[in-house]
């Protein structure tokens, strides 16, 4: 199983008023049931909105859209890694051939 990660937003996020109300998203398996444009279409969507996600889910394309990959293990082992941006870039050349 694979988690991913991205956080968007940054220190300057921090308004100073005391609003603790953060954007998150937690998207368990979300866009497996629909095809590659209109899950493009979904995470381009919450990077506007600067919404912070953390996805579930079996598809490599997933990758493109993330910061960070957290393993988890059959025993309950874990490890939490960069996504290669080479990978990133390889699925960002596959979705130029995706009609939107």
Known sequence: MSCFFQDTRSDDDDDGGGDDVD?????????????????HQLYTICAR???TILSVGHRDSLRRFHQLELHIG?????QLQPIDSSITDQIAVDMESVQF
């Open 74 to 78: 059959d025993s309950g082992t874990w």
């Open 49 to 51: 909105l600067n919404i």
């Open 23 to 39: 954007d998150d998203a937690v998207l368990d398996e979300a866009t497996s049931q629909v095809g590659i444009a209109m899950e």
